[in-house]
Structures are given as C-alpha cells and as structure tokens.
C-alpha cells in the first residue's frame, strides 16, 4: 500500500513495519516476530498485528525495494510440514517442476496455523515468487477465506499468482488457480469397494468437522452408504486429527467402550490405518482376519502394511501447480480449476464379511 505523504513529505510513500507497528499499538520487534513465526505471542497480540498488516496491506519488503522491476525466478509452497508424506511428496513434485523451469523452489511451514499461513502469503510477496502454491488441508471458514481472498487479489496485482492445491476454490472471482484431486469419489469408491464385500458397519477414522479434507473425504463415505441404502451411523464416525498417534488413540479408545460394533476400518489417511492397525493388534484382533481395513493416500506405510487405500497423485499435484502457474503469460486463457483423478490400490486388507458377524 501506498501511503499519502504527511506534512512536509514530498510525494507518497510505501508502507512500513513501522506504520504497522503503530497502528496495532505495538513494539516494531513485535510486528518482526509474529510475521516470521519464529516468536510466541498472544492470540490477541496476533490479531491486532494481522488485522494492521490487512488495513494497510503491508509487504514485508525490506529488500523489495532494490528487487522492484527485477523478474522472478522463484516459486513458494507453503505446508503445514515437511515431515509429513503427502506435503513432502507434493513438494517434491513442485521441486521437480521448479527445476524443469530454471526456478529456485521456496518452502515455507505453517505448523498447521492459519494465522502464520497468511502471514507467509504476505512474506511470499516480498519475495516476488511468480507463484504461492497453499498445500493441503485448511479451516475453510468465512474469515479465512474473505483474507485469503484478498491477498490472492494482491499478489495478482503484482504480477503473482496464487494456488491451490488440494484445496476448494475461494470463489468465482478471486484470481487464484485450483489444482486439486477427488477426494470425494476416491472415498466413494474406497467404501463402495467395502461395502461390496459384504460390510455394513464400517467405522471412519478422522473425522475433523470444518477442515476441508476430512469433510470431503467423510462426504464420500456417507455417499457410497447412500447409494447402498445402508443407514447412516453419526456413531460410526470418530473424530481425530491425521496422524499416526491418533488413529491408535482412536481404536483403543474404541475397543475400551464395550463389544466391537463395526466389522471394517475406512482410516482417513494412511497414517491413521497405521496407528489403529496397531491398536486392534494389541487387543488380538488381526487385519483382514477379523477386520477389514482401508485407507486413503497410498504413501508409506501402505504397501509395507499390505493395505488397501485411495492412490493420489501427490507429486503431479505439485508438478500441475508450478506448470499451469507459469504459463499464464504464455496462452490466452489458462485452466483456472483442475481435477486430477484418484483410484483404488487393491491389496490384502479386506476380507468378505461373515454373514454372523454383518
């Protein structure tokens, strides 16, 4: 932004950290620290900081100046983390892509935060990455997307773009190109392939009500239930984030409720399928012997497991991102929402289900 020059000023000038300081009320250290993410601060503190950077719409921009004019020859993608198999497969993808076009990949982390998600989108700018890849699951609530929104607007004004990538679009008007994958029909066919083999009370690992993966891949299921005139269970649907950790939480905490109620597994991930794997091993029961299992995401730990899951193409995601990006300049009227296709991977994990036991 622009601001207009005070008295005795010659012309306008851009904004600063400290214009941003002063209208939150807080030190410019503070503003430094909470749009690096490397400090702790108060929610509220946050909050003020945020909504100044928005009012004023601040770029951190301390070498944006000498870069100004000057092309770019980067692209950014922001994660959650880098440990995690589908954001480090996705990255890679980018990466590879990245390479392919003489860019130089930037990776940024959020540790799951949306705050410090958007205050990355604002860094990118900085930067002048020719694009800002978003990966992954996210809290699509009204809010979020109205400030999203308006940086994807921001960085198109200056010469950016904005993706999507494994994610909703923002709406019909924000500038922003969506390269996402079908959750929803991977998680119809994944339980549609269960419900063929005869199971009708199949328990969903992660459900996580407002986050968009979880919610699609959860439509899925319920769909394929539908179409198989199976009645739908709320109880059979156990609420738990996508790690490891969680999906043994979620199986013993299961079991210690009373007699086993479902006869099959629909893990949210992979992941999940891996820690409820565990926990049924620990109270005796074995997979496909005495539940069937399925997942979603066909990275490791699947094949080593034998599971039966939903293949995504994590690194053509990344690749698709970084190529239809740059090459907005290049045709007239590039594809502003892509679809790539999911399937079945048929392994040894689930098993027809016993008529006394359905």
Do not use: W
């Not at 004019?69 to 589908?86: D, E, K, L, T």
């Not at 892509?97 to 700018?125: F, S, Y």
């Amino acid at each position: 932004m622009v601001r207009r020059p005070a008295s005795g000023e010659e012309g306008p000038r851009p904004t600063t950290i400290r214009d941003v300081a002063a209208h939150a009320g807080v030190s410019v250290a503070t503003v430094s620290r909470i749009l690096s993410g490397t400090y702790p601060s108060a929610p509220a503190t946050r909050g003020k900081v945020m909504k100044a950077v928005r009012e004023l719409d601040y770029v951190a921009n301390a070498n944006a100046r000498g870069l100004a004019g000057a092309s770019s020859r980067s692209v950014a993608i922001v994660v959650n983390s880098v440990v995690s198999p589908h954001y480090a497969h996705v990255a890679q993808g980018v990466q590879t892509q990245a390479a392919l076009e003489g860019k130089l990949c930037i990776v940024g982390t959020t540790g799951g935060d949306p705050e410090r998600e958007l205050a990355t989108v604002q860094l990118m700018r900085q930067e002048h990455a020719e694009c800002v890849i978003l990966v992954g699951n996210v809290v699509a609530d009204e809010a979020y997307r109205e400030r999203m929104a308006e940086y994807a607007r921001a960085l198109a004004g200056a010469g950016s773009r904005l993706v999507l990538c494994g994610r909703p679009a923002l709406g019909p008007d924000v500038p922003a190109l969506v390269v996402e994958y079908d959750n929803t029909g991977g998680a119809h066919a994944i339980t549609s392939h269960v419900l063929s083999a005869g199971h009708r009370r199949i328990l969903f690992l992660g459900r996580r009500d407002g986050y968009t993966t979880p919610d699609s891949r959860i439509a899925g299921y319920r769909r394929a239930l539908a179409d198989f005139h199976v009645p739908h269970d709320p109880g059979l649907e156990v609420e738990g984030t996508m790690e490891r950790d969680e999906g043994h939480r979620m199986i013993r905490e299961r079991l210690a409720t009373g007699p086993r109620d479902f006869t099959a597994v629909f893990a949210g991930n992979d992941l999940i399928a891996a820690g409820a794997r565990q926990a049924l091993r620990e109270h005796g029961l074995r997979v496909p012997d005495d539940v069937s299992m399925v997942g979603f995401d066909d990275l490791p730990p699947s094949a080593d497991i034998d599971l039966t899951t939903v293949h995504v193409p994590h690194e053509e995601l990344g690749r698709t991102a970084v190529r239809l990006a740059l090459e907005r300049g290049k045709s007239g009227n590039p594809a502003q929402h892509v679809m790539l296709g999911t399937h079945i991977v048929v392994r040894d994990s689930v098993r027809p289900v016993r008529p006394e036991s359905s």
